[in-house]
């Protein structure tokens, strides 16, 4: 009668776990102007902001990573974020064999069973990186969407006067920052 051995077989693993989430979206502005006129008011405003203007795509990277990039000719907006982590992962993988030291087929299965336990860990990792970055992504939304608001309101006041200005003579302006109202009186 032969016996049963247990061959057991440690793999580590050290590697950069890469995640990264994002939101698109786009800016509410009414086609009051050229979509030309319109791009330059709202490329105006977001350089105000600290963006940098790339091409068509006016870019903002936030002190936490979080990149903010807005088309100015479609109005629309990319946020995104992204991250790496180094991990280090180790499994343990046992499998029965009938000698003492075991065949090398055995061992050959033993670390394949490893590597697929390491394999799963880093998902699992990357995973939880992922998580990560999205609640972080979650919390930022917030504060970017009263932003991104502000500057479609602010756009698109500053579209109603130049269209005023193209109908006629502007004789009054009146603006209320507190409610956003915005009255134009135009002699035609």
Same mark, same amino acid.
């Given at each position: 009668?032969?016996?049963?051995?247990?061959?057991?077989?440690?793999?580590?693993?050290?590697?950069?776990?890469?995640?990264?989430?994002?939101?698109?979206?786009?800016?509410?502005?009414?086609?009051?102007?050229?979509?030309?006129?319109?791009?330059?008011?709202?490329?105006?405003?977001?350089?105000?902001?600290?963006?940098?203007?790339?091409?068509?795509?006016?870019?903002?990277?936030?002190?936490?990573?979080?990149?903010?990039?807005?088309?100015?000719?479609?109005?629309?907006?990319?946020?995104?974020?992204?991250?790496?982590?180094?991990?280090?992962?180790?499994?343990?993988? &046992?499998?029965?064999? %009938?000698?003492?030291?075991?065949?090398?087929?055995?061992?050959?299965?033993?670390?394949?069973?490893?590597?697929?336990?390491?394999?799963?860990?880093?998902?699992?990792?990357?995973?939880?990186?992922?998580?990560?970055?999205?609640?972080?992504?979650?919390?930022?939304?917030?504060?970017?969407?009263?932003?991104?608001?502000?500057?479609?309101?602010?756009?698109?006041?500053?579209?109603?006067?130049?269209?005023?200005?193209?109908?006629?003579?502007? &004789?009054?302006? %009146? &603006?209320?920052?507190?409610?956003?109202?915005?009255?134009?009186?135009?002699?035609?």
């Amino acid at each position: 009668m032969s016996r049963a051995y247990r061959v057991s077989v440690s793999e580590s693993l050290n590697r950069i776990v890469q995640a990264e989430d994002g939101v698109c979206s786009k800016l509410e502005l009414l086609p009051l102007l050229s979509r030309e006129e319109t791009a330059g008011l709202l490329a105006a405003e977001l350089a105000k902001r600290g963006f940098t203007q790339e091409g068509d795509v006016a870019v903002r990277l936030e002190a936490d990573g979080v990149r903010v990039a807005v088309d100015v000719t479609t109005g629309e907006v990319s946020v995104t974020l992204s991250d790496a982590e180094e991990v280090e992962l180790s499994a343990t993988a &046992e499998v029965i064999s %009938h000698t003492p030291d075991g065949s090398e087929a055995t061992r050959k299965l033993a670390r394949e069973k490893a590597r697929a336990k390491l394999e799963d860990k880093t998902q699992d990792a990357t995973e939880t990186l992922r998580e990560d970055i999205t609640r972080r992504l979650e919390g930022r939304l917030r504060d970017l969407k009263s932003e991104l608001d502000s500057i479609a309101n602010k756009v698109t006041g500053d579209a109603l006067k130049v269209r005023a200005s193209q109908l006629g003579t502007v &004789e009054e302006i %009146h &603006e209320d920052a507190a409610t956003g109202s915005l009255t134009i009186k135009v002699r035609v």
